[in-house]
Structure formats: structure tokens, C-alpha cells
T-cell receptor
């Protein structure tokens, strides 16, 4: 079946602009996660959704970052007033409930110029 | 979750077994050992996980020492497509987040 998909695959934006990154999880997966991966590092946890609610957003670096999952399926990660330090690959994963194996999408490469 | 230690890089000849070690000396009784890999420019891919028994699936085998302080991921017949960064992660049974380290870059050579 279809895996996790993320759009766009690449996004270049200017410093100070607003961006939205989309994640389509595997159908039926109730848990959804966002991670961020900087060059040469492993992915870092940002936020976890169980259904429509954010069960843990402790990894979001500051209040410029926000994520939603209004219908318990597709999720959008929103970044306001982007900074060059936000440049990274943003990865989305989903699983059948929290604590199970996570299936990752290909990521969105965000470049802030 | 307990921290893990992995060598930064390893090499393996194509067709040979690749044995990737991981130390997790502070692992707790209810924590699992997970392995993921990340091929260049792709998202991480789940490989296998275990609690205390050895596990095998179509991709790999996981050997966990009796004291559970270390484990080895075995790719029995490595191919060039197995070149990737391999992450060993210790995760509590009820914990949902994965804490990645820097992993081991496995390079499979022809």
C-alpha cells in the first residue's frame, strides 16, 4: 500500500517568510510524528499526534513552529518568520498507535536563504 | 530512554555478513532495542526490534546479549543497497518518540 508522503519535497524560502509542510500518513495510522534532521545528525523529535490532538509537542524549538492535524489524518507543520537556522530536512512518520514501529516519509528539505 | 553507543563507520564486502554493534549498558527492563536505517536522501526505515530474545525477519537478525547491555544487528548477505546509516535506539514500551544518535555509516564495497 501507499507509504507516508510529504509535500513539497523541496522548499526554498527567504528569511522571514512563512512556510507550510504537509504530511499524508499511512491510511489508518492513528499516530503521527514530526522530526527534523540537520546535516550530519540523526533526526530529532518535534511533535507527536495521537488522533487529532498533539500528545507531546515538547520538541518544537520555539513558538514559531506549530503543527495541526484537524481530522486525524493529514498533518501540516507551520513555521512562521523563518530563520536560516530552520534549514533542515523535516521528516514525518506514522504508526498504528504510539509505541509501534514508525514508518517515515521521504522528508521535505527546507532551505531558508 | 537509555543512551546507545555505536561506531561511527564500518565497511563490509558485498555478499559477506555485516555485523553492527551497539552498546546500551543503562537499558532498563522494559526497554526495547530498535534498529532503523537511513539510505542517503531517504527517510529512516524500520528494520527490527527486540526485548531480550534474539529476533529474525526478512531483513536482518538481532542478537541481544543475556545481560541486555549490548546487541548486534546482522545483515547476513550484504548488498550495495545496504549502504546506509544504521541507528540503534533504545525505547521504552510505552514511549512513542524515537531518540536517534549519529548511528553507524555502513559502506558495502563491491
Amino acid at each position: 500500500g501507499a507509504g507516508v508522503s510529504q509535500t513539497p519535497s523541496n522548499k526554498v524560502t527567504e528569511k522571514g517568510k512563512y512556510v507550510e509542510l504537509r504530511c499524508d500518513p499511512i491510511s489508518g495510522h492513528t499516530a503521527l510524528y514530526w522530526y527534523r534532521q540537520s546535516l550530519g545528525q540523526g533526526p530529532e523529535f518535534l511533535i507527536y499526534f495521537q488522533g487529532t490532538g498533539a500528545a507531546d509537542d515538547s520538541g518544537l524549538p520555539n513558538d514559531r513552529f506549530f503543527a495541526v492535524r484537524p481530522e486525524g489524518s493529514v498533518s501540516t507543520l507551520k513555521i512562521q518568520r523563518t530563520e536560516r537556522g530552520d534549514s533542515a530536512v523535516y521528516l514525518c512518520a506514522s504508526s498504528q498507535g504510539g509505541g509501534n514501529e514508525q514508518y517515515f516519509g521521504p522528508g521535505t528539505r527546507l532551505t531558508v536563504t | 530512554d537509555a543512551k546507545t553507543t555505536q561506531p561511527p563507520s564500518m565497511d563490509c564486502a558485498e555478499g559477506r555478513a555485516a555485523n553492527l554493534p551497539c552498546n546500551h549498558s543503562t537499558i532498563s527492563g522494559n526497554e526495547y532495542v530498535y534498529w532503523y536505517r537511513q539510505i542517503h536522501s531517504q527517510g529512516p526505515q524500520y528494520i527490527i526490534h527486540g526485548l531480550k530474545n534474539n529476533e529474525t525477519n526478512e531483513m536482518a537478525s538481532l542478537i541481544i546479549t543475556e545481560d541486555r547491555k549490548s546487541s548486534t544487528l546482522i545483515l547476513p548477505h550484504a548488498t550495495l543497497r545496504d549502504t546506509a546509516v544504521y541507528y540503534c535506539i533504545v525505547r521504552g514500551g510505552s514511549n512513542y518518540k524515537l531518540t536517534f544518535g549519529k548511528g553507524t555509516l555502513l559502506t558495502v564495497n563491491p
